[in-house]
């Protein structure tokens, strides 16, 4: 365990954290302050790393793959693995008297871990995460415009609305490449393949009419997850990740009950797995957002307890990745981030945007900003802003629309600010219908693709977040 001692007053210095997947909250903060740990340890396994948790002491910072300290003169120190396929680096910053003790731990196999001091923090955060996206074999096509049915349809989505709105979005001409449908489509959780009643169709029937309207058809899966009620459940619970007794591990608590996920140590589940990615790509759709994926490098009992669970990740992912096709477009979510690259063609970097500003009291009296809001979104994709070499940052949807919203035009038009800064993906979710004239111009403005944008001032706070971004210079 490299441990290094820093000379800097803690008081002066400030400490950039990256999070460990998707939802996980990531920041620029002085280093005295208090990084949060949700206060409902259910939440610890649905948006944070269950085996390195914030501490809640003050003046400790924990972060993943990446940790920086600046000093108030943009010098200081980074620390960034230069390889995350089946290692975890877990990184600490612990302010101790007049200095700094920052650890690095490694889980899984030795790797290469840069450690330096330099006179411009941002720029070497900039080429370290370059160097791992490189050595990683970064995948970074061209960013697209995608519609998405999650954040107004919510689980109540139809065949009929997503079509209803691809024919509107062609007669309105709205530059959108991908239409994809989110989750309500599958009969359960894990059962895939068949259809849910609500739903008034199957999904085998979109890709061809989606395509007949000139847009790539896209598709939501969370494919290492399986509720209890699930015939993958019922046929396979041998395939589960276990806990210590020897029984299902529940990872999670959603879609009204707990949830289960694949053991992808197991080979008949990474041949499940490839067939999945195969069959929905069989089906037309070539763009897939996977979900959930978090589940396959929890912690647990495996069936090969030989391979760590970086590797164990990497591995379901893998066989995705083979069964959808090289050729195929796939978004991580709630998604490990650097044991991701390679392997996915975007990632969200930020838990979702919800048509509110805030969840204060989720944010502030839970300590947990992995929930849904647009000022969560935000600030952790901010946060982020060096990991467009690692694959398309996703920072997730705009929000146009005023009806079914409690955003207010200065928080609409401080979003699209925002992702315009993000750069990356840009993805509506808007019912097209509800959009009048200013709406559709706003969300015509929020397909505008752009360059990430590089923070310049590191003093200047927005909404609590503490980094500025400017446009321009990078
Ligand atoms: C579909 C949604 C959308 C969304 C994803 C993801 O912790 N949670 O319980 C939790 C639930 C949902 C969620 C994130 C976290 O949203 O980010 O875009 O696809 O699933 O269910």
Same mark, same amino acid.
């Given at each position: 365990m490299p441990e290094w001692t820093l000379p800097s007053s803690p008081t002066d210095l400030r400490v950039l954290v990256s999070g460990y997947q998707s939802w996980s909250e990531a920041e620029l903060r002085p280093l005295l302050d208090r990084q949060s740990v949700p206060l409902?340890? &259910?939440r610890w396994q649905q948006g944070h790393d269950p085996a390195f948790l914030p501490s809640g002491e003050a003046g400790v910072w924990r972060s993943h793959t990446l940790l920086a300290l600046i000093r108030p003169d943009g010098g200081g120190w980074v620390g960034c693995a230069l390889d995350a396929a089946s290692t975890f680096t877990h990184w600490e910053a612990r302010a101790d008297g007049n200095g700094v003790r920052v650890t690095c731990t490694l889980e899984g196999p030795p790797v290469e871990v840069a450690w330096e001091e330099t006179p411009d923090v941002i720029g070497a955060v900039e080429r370290l995460s370059a160097d791992l996206g490189r050595r990683m074999n970064a995948r970074t096509p061209a960013p697209l415009r995608v519609w998405c049915s &999650? *954040? $107004? *349809? *919510?689980?109540? /989505?139809t065949l009929d609305a997503v079509l209803d709105n691809a024919r509107l979005a062609r007669e309105l001409d709205l530059p959108f490449d991908v239409f994809q449908l989110d989750d309500g489509f599958q009969a359960d959780l894990g059962d895939w393949l068949e259809p849910r009643l609500s739903f008034g169709g199957h999904v085998q029937d979109l890709p061809a009419r989606l395509a007949e309207l000139g847009f790539t058809p896209g598709l939501w899966l969370a494919p290492f997850l399986a509720a209890p009620t699930s015939r993958l459940f019922r046929d396979h619970p041998d395939w589960m990740l276990r806990g210590e007794d020897g029984s299902p591990l529940p990872v999670g608590h959603n879609w009204g009950g707990p949830y289960f996920t694949l053991d992808t140590t197991r080979p008949e589940v990474l041949d499940w797995l490839r067939d999945l990615a195969r069959t929905v790509r069989g089906w037309g759709f070539p763009y897939l957002k996977l979900d959930f994926l978090y589940g396959a490098a929890l912690p647990g009992v495996r069936h @090969?307890? $030989? /391979?760590g669970r970086a590797q164990a990740y990497r591995n379901g992912l893998t066989a995705l990745r083979e069964g959808a096709g090289e050729d195929a477009f796939l978004l991580g979510c709630g998604a490990p981030l650097a044991a991701s690259i390679g392997l996915v063609d975007a990632m969200r970097t930020g838990p979702d945007v919800a048509p509110? &500003? @805030?969840d204060e009291s989720r944010r502030l009296w839970l300590g947990d900003a992995s929930g849904p809001s647009t000022r969560n979104a935000v600030h952790t994709s901010l946060a982020r802003w060096y990991q467009h070499a690692w694959y398309q940052p996703d920072p997730d949807v705009m929000i146009a629309r005023?009806? +079914? $919203?409690? +955003?207010g035009h200065t928080e609409r038009h401080t979003l699209l600010g925002l992702l315009d800064t993000v750069g990356g993906l840009r993805a509506s979710s808007d019912?097209?219908? +509800? +959009?009048d004239g200013p709406g559709l111009e706003l969300l015509r403005a929020s397909l505008r693709l752009s360059t990430p944008e590089r923070p310049r001032t590191l003093t200047q706070s927005f909404g609590g977040t503490v980094t500025h971004f400017t446009r321009g210079t990078f």
């Open positions: 409902m340890p &259910w &999650w *954040y $107004s *349809y *919510y689980r109540n /989505v @090969d307890p $030989s /391979v509110l &500003w @805030d005023r009806e +079914l $919203s409690l +955003l019912p097209i219908e +509800l +959009l």
